[in-house]
């Protein structure tokens, strides 16, 4: 039994590692591709930060061209999950949102909705954004509104992680090896991708009732 563990947990890294280096050969194409899966309902939790901070801190004269493409393809998943969420309405909310947060973030939006999105939106993985996009959305609130509140505040974050990642971005990487951070780094990337499946199915089958 330990040694089928063992072999599923190498074998996810072995996937996960050719993922991020597919994306990466990409260039600044896969930080968008991976940001728009990241603030999408199918989200990559550190997929995109992980990469923008690698390919940042090894090509540091391309920060300003990552960190528009990583922000533009935030902006694209969100816009997604705007489109889903505010054809729902309240309804379609509960079907996104667990049980757990809706009170909290329907409380944030209707207090304020932009606040609520920045702060959202400047929080480091794995802190659940799209749950606030979802509601502010449900709730009517302006889509260009929304959206520019979300692509500053997204250009404000990813250019605080494009000036850390010069700064520090080899250290990180060094640290990101360590065998312990990869099983923690693998096991979001799982649980997150295996939540949204269910999630989805879920909310299909109560569309379908």
Known sequence: MLNLAVGRNHYAKGVVHHLFVFFAHLGGFGILFLSVLDSSPLLIPLGNDILFIAMTARKQSYVIYYTLMATAGSVLGCF??????????????????????????????????????ALASLMPPPFPFTPFVAGASSLQYPRKKLLAALAIARLMRFSIEGALAI?????????????????VVVGLIIASVVGSVLSIIRSMKQGNT
Not at 168 to 183: C, Q, S, T, Y
């Open 80 to 117: 997604s999950v705007d489109a889903l969420s505010r054809k729902g309405g309240e309804k379609g909310l509960e079907k996104i949102v667990s049980p757990r947060r809706l009170g909290y973030v329907k409380k944030r939006i209707k207090e304020s909705a932009v606040w609520a999105l």
């Open 167 to 183: 700064l520090f971005g080899r250290h990180i990487l060094r640290l990101a090896r360590f065998p312990m951070v990869e099983d």
